[in-house]
């Protein structure tokens, strides 16, 4: 059974850091998209960052860009967001998925992947 697994939220101070990880199993995800989405209370869900299968070309969400740094790291079978100078706003549950097909091009939508993990927390707050 092919699953997905979010770890590495908690509560952290404005300005602070916090990095994600996401790790498959029962699947080799490595030609596959990768990305993280986000969803706040009473909130749609937001695009974070997508990382193309070669790792050639990223995405960010506008909200996210120049802060948070997505990486892949095929041997762990894993996906990580580096999120720097977090803000309020950047509370959420962090969500990571695959593309649903292999070898596809590098989308931000949703509707493009599948596989989701079961999010964790992420909260910016004093």
């Known amino acids: 059974q092919e699953q997905v697994t979010e770890s590495g939220g908690g509560l952290v101070q404005p300005g602070g850091s916090l990095k994600l990880s996401c790790v498959a199993t029962?699947?080799?995800?490595?030609?596959?998209?990768l990305a993280w989405f986000r969803q706040a209370p009473g909130k749609e869900r937001e695009f974070v960052a997508a990382?193309?299968?070669?790792?050639?070309?990223?995405f960010y969400g506008d909200s996210v860009k120049g802060r948070f740094f997505i990486s892949r790291d095929n041997t762990r079978n894993a996906v990580e967001l580096e999120m720097d100078s977090l803000r309020p706003e950047d509370t959420a549950v962090y969500y990571c998925?695959?593309?649903?097909?292999?070898?596809?091009?590098?989308?931000?939508?949703?509707?493009?992947?599948?596989?989701w993990g079961q999010g964790t927390q992420v909260t910016v707050s004093l």
């Open positions: 990382i193309h299968w070669t790792k050639t070309t990223t």
């Open positions: 998925a695959r593309s649903r097909l292999p070898y596809m091009e590098l989308e931000r939508t949703p509707s493009s992947y599948g596989y």
């Open positions: 029962g699947h080799t995800f490595s030609k596959d998209n």
